[in-house]
């Protein structure tokens, strides 16, 4: 997970060579700025200065940018791919690298389908038990259908195989419904280590009357998506929108 701070340090003391934005995956970015390094040095009298003031506006920005808007900004896109953030797999657990269902899930999850992304996940975990991000993705989603009992399991399996992301946990829009309950304020509460037997088990599903009394809270989301890709509402007019929905 990349880290506000250290991009602006990066910004600060090396800006002018666009290392912060290697850092940050835009390699495109980087690459533009070394090209503009080359092109004031020899057009450009101060040239060093003009590049420095930009990138001392950039780390402010970092500096003052929120840490959620920040992980939603440069973590979150790669929240959902298949690498295992350096984790090895476990012995006699097979891992998959380029899982195909992680993709599949993706999209169904990025078109607000999470029955259907979770349907694509659960095949991947099948694939790839013991994928840190694959139980993460599934604790996301089950927690946006309000399903508390089956994100609490996943996001306990994420932890397990190594997720320590915590800042995200406290943070994400996707865990609020989560964050309301009982087990996982006991979850802080312990520094999110888990004091109960590892060997769980997956809970039943709900019964289909209970999952049909859950509120409109997808749909909310999906139009407040709709007016944000219209120009109706600005991104901080849009994040205060679905911080009130999701309570």
Not at 155 to 165: F, H, P, R, T, V
């Amino acid at each position: 997970m990349k880290n506000k701070y250290i991009a602006a340090l990066l910004s600060l003391f090396l800006g002018i060579f666009g290392l912060h934005k290697f850092y940050l995956g835009d390699i495109k970015g980087g690459i533009f700025r070394i090209l503009l390094f080359l092109a004031l040095s020899m057009f450009v009298e101060d040239w060093v200065f003009v590049l420095w003031l930009y990138s001392l506006m950039e780390s402010v920005l970092f500096l003052t940018m929120s840490t959620e808007k920040f992980n939603q900004k440069y973590n979150e896109p790669n929240l959902h791919e298949s690498r295992p953030w350096g984790r090895q797999p476990v012995a006699g657990t097979p891992f998959i690298k380029d899982n195909p269902y992680i993709k599949t899930g993706n999209e169904k999850y990025k078109d607000y389908d999470y029955t259907g992304a979770i349907e694509e996940y659960t095949k991947g975990l099948a694939l790839s038990p013991n994928d840190k991000v694959l139980h993460f993705n599934v604790a996301c989603a089950y927690s946006l259908t309000e399903d508390a009992d089956k994100s609490m399991y996943h996001l306990s399996k994420a932890i397990e195989n190594g997720y320590n992301d915590f800042d995200t946990l406290r943070t994400k829009d996707d865990l609020a419904f989560l964050r309301v309950q009982p087990e996982f304020q006991e979850l802080v509460n312990n520094n999110f280590r888990y004091t109960r037997p590892q060997e769980r088990t997956e809970p039943a599903t709900r019964p289909k009357q209970e999952v049909q009394e859950m509120p409109d809270l997808l749909e909310q989301i999906k139009l407040l998506n709709q007016r944000r890709e219209r120009g109706e509402l600005t991104d901080d007019e849009y994040f205060i929108e679905r911080k009130k929905i999701l309570g």
